[in-house]
């Protein structure tokens, strides 16, 4: 029951601190700004590409329904798709609201297991899904920073350093990952290796203990390892999957560009700009990248979107692409929560 109340409490303070969040980006946003004009401009906008912006939200959302369906079946662990959305759902609306997204997955953990999934099992999609995930945006990220270098560059200029503290971060993120899974015996000699060192230098107490988690954590990732091996196709059919979510969330903002009648950019440079967004927030410490996302946004996109659509464009596209996510995912996070209780009830009313 403590530990209940203490993740609800943990929940409750981090929607409250979302909320003051938003409120403060807001207020620094738009405080010199005439909120009537801003709302005139939007009104403008083209509701034909912001209804086609909401549809490739949810597929960025159905996407990973799909990789976690996919995935279950080849632990042959029957689950049905909508019980998959509910599991994607859940996972991005925790994410949201804690730091780092670092709620997220354990969330998803909890609801699978409560409806009979073996941790086992779920573990493993769950840490494929996050490998992938960070793979496909650091990829992705590089890949079009080659091909637009000085496009990206030039909307860049005084915050380069962001982008490459990022890309940086993601890198190391991303090797540690699969050193970790598929160099087990080498993660454990770079790992401990300083721990023990800081230990007997008395830098570090409680070493021991310390060293016994880490190797205890690396442990964890020999199913997954093992699973990878012996799946390589799943593995490449994951990724492609993944590809296609990341730029479906990202192609939002184009229709939001295009949705003002506004041209001269294409859809590929405007996608690159966003996952240079996306690649420099990923690593902040701050739920949603809130606060940084959009400064980053006017930054890049002022001079594309122009003055007058610059903030209704930023309104629109972080509207959809995090605020209409994270209402849609307390919706489902809500009805889950209630049918899983009722569930209980049932259960014990019964016995």
């Not at 005439?34 to 590409?49: G, K, Q, R, V, W």
């Not at 967004?277 to 690593?283: E, G, H, K, M, T």
Request: hydrophobic share 50%.
């Amino acid at each position: 029951m403590n530990v209940m109340l203490k993740k609800y409490g943990s929940y409750i303070f981090n929607a409250i601190f979302i909320i003051v969040l938003s409120a403060v980006t807001v207020y620094m946003i738009f405080k010199d700004q005439e909120m009537d004009t801003i709302f005139s401009y939007i009104t403008l906008a083209n509701p034909i590409y912001l209804i086609i912006g909401f549809l490739m939200m949810l597929t960025f959302v159905c996407s990973e329904s799909v990789i976690i369906n996919y995935l279950m079946n080849t632990f042959s662990c029957k689950v049905r798709f909508r019980t998959c959305i509910k599991y994607s759902f859940v996972g991005f609306f925790v994410s949201a609201i804690t730091p780092s997204a670092s709620g997220g997955q354990p969330a998803q953990l909890y609801y699978m297991k409560n409806d009979g999934i073996k941790i086992s099992i779920s573990s493993i999609v769950l840490m494929i899904i996050t490998i992938v995930y960070k793979s496909v945006l650091l990829i992705l990220g590089l890949f079009m920073f080659a091909t637009e270098f000085s496009f990206v560059m030039q909307y860049m200029k005084g915050i380069e350093f962001i982008l490459l503290f990022g890309i940086i971060i993601n890198i190391f993120v991303v090797m540690f990952l699969f050193f970790v899974i598929f160099k087990q015996s080498f993660a454990k000699k770079v790992l401990v290796a300083p721990v023990v060192f800081l230990g007997r230098h008395r830098i570090i107490r409680n070493y021991c203990e310390l060293s016994h988690n880490i190797l205890k954590g690396i442990k964890k990732y020999e199913s997954c390892a093992d699973y990878l091996k012996t799946h390589k196709v799943v593995f490449l059919n994951t990724f492609v999957i993944t590809v296609f979510q990341r730029l479906c969330l990202f192609f939002v903002t184009y229709l939001v560009y295009r949705s003002f009648g506004l041209s001269g950019t294409s859809a590929y440079q405007i996608v690159t700009l966003q996952t240079m967004i996306a690649l420099s927030v990923d690593i902040l410490p701050l739920p949603g990248g809130l606060g940084a996302s959009e400064s980053i946004f006017i930054i890049l996109f002022s001079s594309i979107f122009t003055a007058d659509y610059v903030l209704p464009g930023l309104l629109l596209s972080r509207g959809i692409t995090h605020y209409a996510l994270i209402i849609l995912g307390a919706i489902v996070t809500a009805y889950a929560q209630f049918t899983m209780k009722r569930k209980k009830n049932t259960k014990s009313i019964g016995e």
